[in-house]
Structure formats: C-alpha cells, structure tokens
C-alpha cells in the first residue's frame, strides 16, 4: 500500500488531519518527526499546516533547517512527490523547494474562510481537473500572501509552474492570485488553502480530494533508480 | 565578538506592518511617514579578528536570519 509520510513539528497542527485524509483516501500514513532525518521508506511526503517552532524569526524558516527536512530535499531531488499545506508551503519556500516567499496578508487580517480555486491548467497534481475549473477548499493564515518579484512570477507562469488561483477575491494579496505552485520539476506542490480539510461531504466540500489523489497518484509511479 | 545583524524589507518590497505603524502614527497626528518595519539581532560571534566575525555573521545573515528574496541585512561588528 501506498506509504505517505505527514510531517510533525513543535507548533503544528493540522499532521493527525493530513493523517486522517490520506486514510481516508486509501493509503498508510506514517508519521515523521521533525528531528528524525529518516523518511521510513515513505513514497510521498506532506509537510502540513501550523505554526512550526512557534513561527519564530519568518514563518517556516526554522523548520526549513530540521533534519526532516534535509531527508525531504533528498526525496525530492530523486523526483518523488511532496506536497506543502500552508504552513507547509512557508516551509518549503524557506527550504527552497518551491519558489518565491509567504509574507503576512497585505490586510493583516487572519482569514478563515473557504475559497475558490480556479484551475491554471490540468496537471498530474489535478487528476480528471481541466483550466478554469473551480475546486473549493478552506484556507485558514495570517501569512499567505505569495510573492515572487515580476521577473520571478513571469518566469514560474512560463513554465507552468502555477496550478491555482484565487478566483474572485484575493483573500490575502498573493501577487497573481497565486494559491499553489510547484517546484520546477513539478514534483514539490504546495498551497495555502487545506485540501485535508475538504475531504467529507459532512464538512462541505470534498475538493481537496483532488489535491490528494494527485499525491497518491504521483506516488505510485515507478521510482526513477 | 559582538555583532548586530540589522534585517530590513528590502526597497520597493510593500511592508503592511510597517504601514499600519504609520496609520497609527498618522491618527495620533506625527508627521511621520515611511515607517518599514524590520529586526534587530544581537550575537556573539565567536571570531579572533572582526573580519571573520563579519563573515560568519554574514553567512548566517543570509541562510537564516533573512529572507534574501524580501528583505536585506546589514552586519556591525562591535568590540
């Protein structure tokens, strides 16, 4: 069965609902510890939300320097799948595994709301989604306004590198309406919104079950030796 | 040695924090404007000239107390 691993930090919160959703959806999850370099044999990686080592000095920045993550970095440089959720995607820009930066919402406002995601275009992360389809899945952060300079932002739209979009409102000021990027190998995705929180019909949308098969898809592909 | 690591938001880069300080100020009737909000560290470097030190805090600067990409920093080397 298809192995995930979700990582645990001091300060996060949202690892036991990464965990829950990858069950949900069919696969072992597998708790990683942040001080703990090994993977334990895992296909893919979640680094999930929270407010890792108390958002100390930037958001993510101290958790981009654990153990667990140089092991993530050598996971993803063999081009296998890993997926940042809000405060995951703070890490993983402080990491340097996806481009650009998370600064606090240019309202300074905490939202927590459900937004609309317009699909950029379809990709392996977005199994049976096509441009310009809307998925709906909560977001919840003080620090998610996604920036990258002009000359970053135009070169990550070439490559493809941007999946979603806010559509209407930009709910925190993210240059592009960005919501979710990838690395440029596209096997690193991450987002502010939390696909693990729209995965019950109980709790309103089951969107964020896309986003995951995406992972799980991703992580059953044959590993490149 | 003692050295201070000054971050600042780098020119141009929008400081919300730095412009709701300013509202702030505004509504108390300064006339102050231009405020940028940034961080100061203070650490002791253990260096035996203050060459090295300035070098070893500008390597640590720039891997972890900034965010090259948003902000800038300046390095003092003090006794």
């Known amino acids: ?225 | 040695m003692n050295v201070t690591v000054l971050v600042r938001p780098r020119d141009g880069i929008l400081d919300p924090q730095g412009e709701a300080v300013r509202r702030s100020l505004a509504g108390l009737g300064y006339p102050a404007s231009g405020v940028r909000a940034g961080k100061v560290f203070d650490l002791q470097v253990d260096a035996g000239d203050a060459d090295t030190a300035r070098r070893i805090a500008g390597e640590i600067a720039e891997r972890v107390l900034s965010n090259p990409l948003i902000e800038q920093y300046e390095v003092e080397v003090g006794g």
């Open chain 1, 1 to 225: 069965m298809t192995r995930v691993g979700v990582v645990s930090y001091p300060g996060a919160c949202d690892d036991r609902d990464a965990m829950r959703a990858v069950e949900l959806m069919g696969a072992t999850a597998v708790r990683l510890w942040h001080a703990d370099p090994d993977l334990h044999a895992v296909d893919a990686v979640i680094v999930p939300g929270g407010f890792s080592y108390g958002d100390y000095l930037r958001p993510g920045a101290l958790a981009a320097l654990s153990p667990v993550i140089a092991s993530v970095r050598e996971h993803a440089a063999a081009g296998r799948p890993v997926l940042g959720i809000c405060n995951g995607f703070q890490v993983l820009t402080e990491a340097r595994l996806v481009p650009g930066v998370l600064r606090t919402n240019t309202h300074l406002q905490f939202r927590c709301q459900d937004v609309a995601l317009r699909v950029d275009r379809g990709t392996p992360w977005l199994p049976g989604a096509s441009a310009g389809d809307i998925l709906t899945i909560p977001m919840k952060h003080h620090d998610g306004c996604f920036f990258a300079d002009a000359a970053q932002l135009a070169e990550l739209e070439r490559r493809g590198q941007v999946l979603l979009r806010y559509d209407g409102e930009n709910p925190n000021g993210s240059v592009g309406g960005v919501a979710a990027v990838t690395n440029e190998a596209g096997n690193v995705c991450a987002l502010m919104p939390h696909p693990e929180h729209a995965v019950e019909e109980m709790v309103g949308s089951t969107d964020g079950r896309v986003l995951l098969q995406g992972l799980l898809d991703l992580a059953r592909q044959p590993v490149a030796v």
